[in-house]
């Protein structure tokens, strides 16, 4: 189950998007509002949160500017940006700042939508190649050429597995896991790698890079 937020102060936007995720029996919106403010104030502990749609302009404190509050108050929540405008320094600043993706408001179609909410929880990310790239040289090693990540035992365990082509259950069933615990395990593979898909995973240890 995904539990989804959505702080968007665009009054039909909020709509849509409360209209695209209803009726999924695997997502459910624990959480809206249209300011920042108003959702660190309904952040209770109480309230279940895995994945964030957040406004990078919103009215009072920023979406940018408010991802460090959200984090402090749920490290492990994934928060996906909402942006009217394609500004790669903002949209860098995010991702800098904790956010795993970004959405275009003018391509946030509801298959899109729930394409992006998908794939960050199963831990990969959404956003174009650009920023991707972007985001991949300002943390890469001086060499990268010579560089090579530092994985955990158990994750290099995790890798091969997926060169071998087991799914996620596989993977848990065989490492004597939950589904969960792989799925965490992926999420930090992937920013160690700085990569943002199972492929890219595999084609670096095909190459040899892992």
């Known amino acids: ?15 849509s998007i409360r209209e695209t995720f209803s009726g999924n029996p695997d997502i459910e919106i624990t959480l809206e509002a249209q300011t920042l403010e108003d959702a660190l104030e ?11 749609l957040l406004d990078i302009n ?14 402090e108050r749920r490290p492990d929540m994934d928060i996906i940006m ?3 405008k394609d500004s790669s320094d903002d949209i860098f600043k995010a991702l800098c700042a904790g956010a ?3 959405i275009s408001k003018k391509k946030a179609s509801p298959p899109i939508l729930r394409e992006a909410v998908t794939m960050v929880s199963r831990g990969e990310s959404y956003m174009s190649p650009g920023i991707a790239r972007k985001v991949i040289e300002h943390f890469a090693p001086p060499d990268r050429s010579t560089a090579n990540p530092v994985l955990t035992p158990r994750q ?4 091969e597995l997926l ?16 589904v969960e615990t792989v799925r965490d395990h992926i999420k ?3 920013r160690t790698l700085q990569v943002n898909s199972k492929a890219e995973v595999i084609r670096k240890k095909l190459d040899g890079e892992i």
């Not at 290099?156 to 890798?159: G, L």
């Open 100 to 102: 795993v993706s970004y």
């Open 163 to 178: 060169t071998d082509g087991l799914s996620y259950k596989m993977i848990a069933d065989k490492l004597i896991i939950s």
């Open 156 to 159: 290099h365990q995790i890798v």
């Open 42 to 52: 309904d952040l209770t502990p109480e309230v279940q949160l895995t994945t964030l």
């Open 188 to 190: 930090k593979i992937y």
């Open 1 to 15: 189950m995904i539990h989804l937020g959505i702080i968007e102060d665009e009054g039909l936007m909020l709509q």
């Open 82 to 84: 909402l942006t009217n």
């Open 58 to 71: 919103l009215p009072g404190m920023s979406g940018l500017r408010g991802i460090r509050y959200l984090k």
